[in-house]
């Protein structure tokens, strides 16, 4: 049952999409007489590269961060900030996870 309601949100959510992009298609071709220069042609595509690859070095970290236990519990970050203060530099919020 689970399987085929995630099957059924992933169907409509690409309809959604191809719907979305053949809307701003049709709009775009009844702008008329529309071009882009080259230089209009380069920035867009570094934008996407861009953009891309900062969403992918995101999403890795994450998933590296997540894979190597470096997340802790908000009950363990108060825990161990309430052991640091101005004077005490040895606290356990500078330790590294081993």
Known sequence: MKSTLSWVVAAIAGAVVLVIGFVIAALWIG???SE???AGWLAMGLGVIVTLALGI???A???ISSRAAMTRSAAETAE???DCNEINFNCRSYS???
Request: glycine share 16%; aromatic share 6%; net charge neutral.
């Open 31 to 33: 702008i008329g007489d």
């Open 36 to 38: 882009i220069s080259r």
């Open 57 to 59: 070095g995101l999403m």
């Open 61 to 63: 970290l994450v998933f």
């Open 80 to 82: 161990s900030s309430a």
């Open 96 to 98: 590294t996870v081993g």
